[in-house]
């Protein structure tokens, strides 16, 4: 959207998360009209949540939904709604209908430079990486599971397992021009040290606005 990059592949594990990718990219206005009309009284919220979706845009709507009106955005079956919400606007806080649509008109306006993938990100790396060295970057964005850290992606992800040394291997393997985020863990300092990759602590808040520790891990030093 910052005209950064030509064209840009997404990829992504997660059904619902990947139903939502979908229907933006391929029916944007009529997930637009139903986000802008949508009611979120308890009892539909419900009805969404027990109903299986009969297609990818209700699929991908019952995403977008869910993903805004539950506490942290959780995705996973069981999580809890928003009581009160940012401002106390209740089950409304996270949604903002103008707002998700105007986002969703953006996605939709750039839609013929974005590539959608619902698949393993591991698997889908190799045939990505090879043969372009520097003309492509890739950003890459793991649920927070090393083993030394807090292991917060297994509450928020159904996905959350990821096998972290045979990713570093990967991008070390292919010398690949990325930039990856992760939880300041020890087992992750290792695998930077391990590997001779950059990296900088930065500072972050939670849902909970403790103030937590980030890693920003880089092929090249983002700072000189
Ligand atoms: C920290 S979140 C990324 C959020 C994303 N950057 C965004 O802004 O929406 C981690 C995501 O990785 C996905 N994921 C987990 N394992 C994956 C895999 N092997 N391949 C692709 N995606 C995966 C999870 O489903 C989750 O949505």
């Not at 637009?32 to 699929?59: K, N, Y």
């Not at 869910?66 to 996270?94: D, K, V």
């Not at 790396?125 to 917060?152: I, S």
Request: glycine share 6%.
């Amino acid at each position: 959207m910052e005209e950064l990059v030509t064209s840009a592949v997404m990829v992504e594990i997660d059904r619902d998360v990947a139903a939502f990718w979908r229907s933006a990219l391929e029916s944007g206005d009529t997930l637009q009209e139903l986000i802008t009309a949508f009611e979120p009284a308890i009892e539909r919220l419900r009805e969404l949540e027990q109903d299986a979706p009969s297609s990818v845009l209700e699929h991908g709507f019952r995403t977008l939904v869910l993903n805004r009106t539950r506490r942290n955005g959780i995705l996973a079956p069981g999580a809890s709604f928003t009581h009160n919400g940012e401002g106390g606007r209740g089950l409304l806080s996270r949604r903002y209908p103008e707002t998700l649509a105007s986002r969703l008109a953006a996605i939709q306006e750039h839609s013929n430079k974005l590539i959608f993938l619902e698949s393993d990100g591991l698997k889908v790396l190799p045939v990505l990486l090879q043969g372009w060295g520097d003309r492509a970057a890739v950003f890459l964005d793991p649920p927070y599971t090393a083993k030394g850290g807090k292991r917060a992606g297994s509450r928020l992800y159904d996905h959350s397992n990821i096998d972290h040394v045979a990713l570093f291997a990967m991008l070390a393997d292919y010398n690949a021009n990325f930039l990856m985020t992760y939880d300041a863990a020890p087992e992750i300092v290792d695998l930077i040290k391990q590997h001779d990759f950059n990296a900088v602590i930065l500072f972050m808040k939670n849902g909970h606005h403790n103030q937590m520790r980030e890693i920003v891990i880089t092929s090249d030093p983002l700072f000189a």
